[in-house]
């Protein structure tokens, strides 16, 4: 996608180092090489702000707009980032109120430098009658028109891709017959034991109730197009979004379980987690919740129809990146203004102390990792 991008946007790249050896970091020593090379980006375009998306980049573009005097902004892109405290700047932008409790609580950030902005996704683009598909492509890939769909993207871990199949399997001994469709690089196109032991299950399945009623398609550009052709929908984030954006009625299911589903009842809690799913921590709860949901979808068109115009009005409202735009420009606006930013000692010290544990610990994972080998042998 990189040249299609380009073609589009003109943009510089940077290698930005995400572990030390074999550990996942923030900084390490190429991050000097990053940091200079953001340095000459900022020279040569003559940058005036910098936007960074996740606390990784944050750390790099924050060094360098320290040296060149060019403000950083920083959005925290989901999940459960960041492991180490950012640092301080006039604002921080996180997708959900569990970030935002996370910098206020966890890292002592001011509840009046943290804003919650949820929206992210080009919904517009999503619902383009141009991605629209057809009723031959949908037969090709097998999905069958006389069969209820229930549809998951999913690039997940294998715990959200059982639990689908844990429900499924549920309601097909019931008798209650459907298409899972399991869509993107998943699990099942992995290898190991886990991944075979996934793929044999499905077997299983298709073998006791119909080799139909399990579909596998692997990834695809634009998938999302396939939620069109979905009743139901399973997934966390994106995926989540883009069926709510087709009006479908949306289940959160993500690698810690069911979450619930998308409704009037629910909604705050879901969007405080970023629907995630991360609301629901018991992995060992039983797929019947899920299942008992899926099946009264199933027989009741009238909610899945009230249901899914409920998602779609509220990804349009919270999600789509046109309603965010003219409160990002104002923090743009903000940002930039000299009296905002912070003097650069201040920025200085901030960087050095948010360093230092990430120093620490780069420093100690080869000592871990030598003792590790020590006590297996």
């Not at 799913?277 to 919740?289: I, L, S, T, V, W």
Request: proline fraction near 6%; charge should be neutral; charged fraction near 25%.
């Amino acid at each position: 996608m990189t040249e299609v991008i380009k073609r589009d946007i003109p943009f510089e790249t940077v290698h930005i180092p995400f572990s030390h050896g074999t550990r996942p970091t923030y900084f390490t020593w190429e991050s000097f090489a990053a940091v200079r090379r953001l340095r000459e980006i900022i020279h040569l375009h003559k940058i005036d702000l910098i936007h960074a998306f996740d606390a990784i980049s944050y750390f790099h573009a924050y060094a360098a707009g320290r040296y060149e005097r060019v403000p950083v902004l920083c959005t925290l892109c989901g999940g459960i980032d960041p492991y180490y405290n950012l640092p301080v700047a006039p604002i921080l932008i996180v997708f959900s109120e569990e970030q935002k409790t996370k910098m206020i609580q966890t890292f002592h950030w001011p509840a009046s430098r943290v804003e919650v902005m949820r929206t992210r996704l080009d919904i517009g683009e999503i619902v383009d009658e141009r991605h629209r598909l057809g009723e031959e492509e949908a037969q090709t890939l097998g999905l069958d028109p006389s069969l209820p769909k229930i549809m998951m993207i999913s690039n997940s871990k294998l715990y959200s891709i059982n639990k689908a199949l844990d429900a499924a399997e549920i309601l097909f001994s019931q008798g209650i017959r459907f298409q899972l469709v399991l869509i993107g690089n998943n699990p099942l196109f992995g290898n190991g034991p886990l991944h075979e032991r996934a793929k044999m299950r499905v077997e299983i399945i298709r073998e006791r109730y119909g080799s139909e009623l399990v579909v596998i398609i692997g990834p695809m550009m634009k998938a999302f197009r396939l939620l069109q052709r979905a009743d139901i929908v399973l997934g966390v984030g994106r995926s989540a979004f883009e069926g709510m954006a087709y009006g479908k009625p949306t289940l959160i299911v993500g690698e810690t379980g069911y979450a619930g589903l998308m409704s009037p009842d629910t909604a705050d809690t879901l969007a405080w987690y970023n629907f995630s799913g991360r609301n629901q921590q018991d992995k060992e709860a039983g797929a019947e919740p899920l299942a008992a949901d899926i099946k009264n979808l199933l027989r009741d068109p009238e909610q899945c129809q009230r249901l899914g115009a409920f998602g779609r009005e509220f990804v349009f409202r919270e999600i789509d990146v046109t309603h965010g735009a003219p409160r990002l420009r104002e923090i743009y606006q903000w940002v930039t203004r000299p009296e905002v930013q912070l003097p650069p000692w201040r920025q200085t010290l901030s960087l050095a102390t948010c360093l230092m544990p990430v120093v620490r610990d780069n420093s100690l994972h080869p000592v871990r990792e030598l003792g590790k080998r020590i006590l297996r042998r």
